[in-house]
């Protein structure tokens, strides 16, 4: 093998064409230690890369895709495939990865004395719940450092948890309730939580737990709540038992959350399938002003969100219509009953 000094000299007297063939340089390693496989967790494109030892040499790929990792001799670029292809390239290595996002967050950020917090923009605020996670989510938004998830293959696969993402205002609500009314033996909603007066006609449990503002607030300094959040001086939140005890029952549970939220439920325990609900990526208009304005802010958050946090979802759907959004779904669901899937690794290590 020669050194990189010598492949410098070779190929600055070579005149024509020089083609390279990338082998994996790690044959003296045990077959098994070699197959190690990582999700992409964002979009990679050699040609645009100043930084590749050689362009031709490196290896394309998508946010989603899964890459079997031969080669981790180096530091800063790893020998890698795409499942279900012999070709191999060059793919930057996690800490080069990161190291680049850092540069970039600490260029942009320059001059503003601190890192921006990166939150979907709320509207009509008045008529929304305010919505926290009972966990701390700096770690979760800093940076947006994603590289890479390691992952396995599970040959047959159950999901316990059904979780809707989008921007406000795109329907997962309806959709939810949907799936609900539809499948009540199959899909459940959790009963949240609240600290307001309880009603003459209603009944504990149904529609609402009743708990006093100190009891939930005990409850949320020990982190039992998924979400939380205040609207009109009384708190709301969904409880990690309420999902608990539905998965207990053998009923799927359609959760409705923001962001953060994932990162308490992105577990084995909870084991969710993250369905993104995007908005169309335009609207007729309508001639309403009003109208017209909401709907592209929609379009926007929705872009916004997508473009964050698409890492994590496991199926986007556009809603077009509640109906055939719900029809996509059930569809989408079933064939993916019993299926293999890649699941992160540290779910079971």
Same mark, same amino acid.
């Given at each position: 093998?020669?050194?990189v000094?010598?492949?410098?000299q070779?190929l600055?007297?070579?005149?024509?064409d020089?083609?390279?063939?990338?082998v994996?340089g790690?044959q003296?390693?045990d077959?098994?230690?070699?197959e190690v496989?990582f999700?992409?967790?964002?979009d990679y494109?050699?040609?645009a890369?100043?930084?590749?030892p050689?362009?031709q040499?490196?290896?394309s790929?998508?946010?989603?895709?899964?890459?079997?990792?031969?080669c981790k001799?180096d530091?800063?670029?790893w020998q890698?495939?795409k @499942?279900g292809?012999? $070709?191999v !390239?060059?793919v930057?290595?996690?800490e *080069?990865q990161?190291?680049?996002?850092? /540069?970039? @967050?600490?260029?942009r $950020?320059? !001059?503003?004395?601190a890192?921006t917090? *990166?939150w979907?923009?709320k509207t009509? /605020?008045?008529?929304?719940?305010?919505r926290?996670?009972?966990?701390l989510n700096t770690?979760f938004d800093?940076?947006?450092?994603v590289?890479?998830e390691?992952?396995?293959?599970?040959?047959?696969t159950y999901?316990?948890?059904i979780v809707l993402?989008?921007?406000?205002?795109v329907?997962?609500?309806?959709?939810?309730n949907?799936?609900v009314?539809?499948f009540p033996?199959k899909?459940?909603s959790?009963?949240?939580?609240?600290?307001?007066r309880?009603?003459?006609?209603?009944?504990?449990?149904e529609?609402?737990f009743?708990?006093?503002?100190d009891?939930?607030l005990k409850?949320?300094g020990?982190?039992?709540?998924?979400?939380?959040g205040?609207h009109?001086?009384?708190?709301y939140?969904?409880k990690?038992?309420?999902?608990q005890?539905l998965i207990?029952?053998?009923?799927?549970?359609?959760?409705?959350?923001?962001?953060?939220?994932l990162?308490i439920?992105?577990?084995?325990?909870?084991?969710p399938?993250?369905?993104f609900v995007?908005?169309p990526i335009s609207y007729?208009?309508?001639?309403d002003?009003?109208?017209?304005?909401s709907?592209q802010?929609l379009?926007?958050?929705?872009?916004?969100l997508?473009?964050?946090y698409?890492?994590?979802?496991d199926?986007?759907?556009?809603n077009e219509t509640?109906?055939?959004?719900?029809?996509k779904i059930?569809?989408?669901?079933?064939?993916?009953?019993?299926s293999?899937a890649w699941i992160?690794a540290s779910?079971?290590?």
């Open positions: 093998m020669c050194s000094e010598r492949l410098q070779i600055r007297d070579a005149s024509g020089v083609t390279f063939k990338i994996p790690c003296n390693e077959r098994a230690s070699k496989y999700k992409c967790l964002y494109d050699p040609r890369d100043d930084m590749i050689c362009q040499a490196g290896l790929f998508q946010c989603g895709d899964v890459l079997e990792v031969v001799a530091m800063h670029w890698a495939r @499942v292809t012999k $070709n !390239g060059l930057p290595s996690t *080069l990161e190291q680049r996002i850092r /540069k970039m @967050v600490i260029e $950020n320059k !001059g503003e004395g890192i917090c *990166l979907p923009k009509n /605020k008045k008529s929304k719940v305010n926290y996670t009972a966990r770690a800093r940076l947006n450092l590289t890479y390691e992952v396995i293959q599970q040959k047959k999901h316990k948890t993402i989008g921007a406000h205002g329907g997962r609500r309806h959709i939810k949907s799936l009314s539809r033996e899909y459940a959790p009963v949240p939580h609240t600290s307001r309880q009603s003459p006609n209603e009944k504990h449990g529609l609402w009743f708990e006093t503002e009891r939930m409850d949320i020990s982190h039992q709540y998924l979400e939380y205040k009109d001086g009384h708190l939140g969904t990690l038992s309420s999902v005890d207990k029952n053998d009923r799927t549970p359609v959760l409705d959350i923001e962001t953060p939220a990162k439920l992105r577990c084995k325990e909870f084991f399938y993250i369905i995007s908005s007729p208009e309508s001639g002003p009003k109208m017209d304005a709907l802010r379009i926007a958050d929705s872009t916004d997508k473009n964050r698409q890492h994590f979802f199926y986007t759907v556009i509640i109906d055939e959004t719900v029809e059930v569809d989408h669901l079933e064939e993916l009953a019993g293999s992160p779910w079971y290590y």
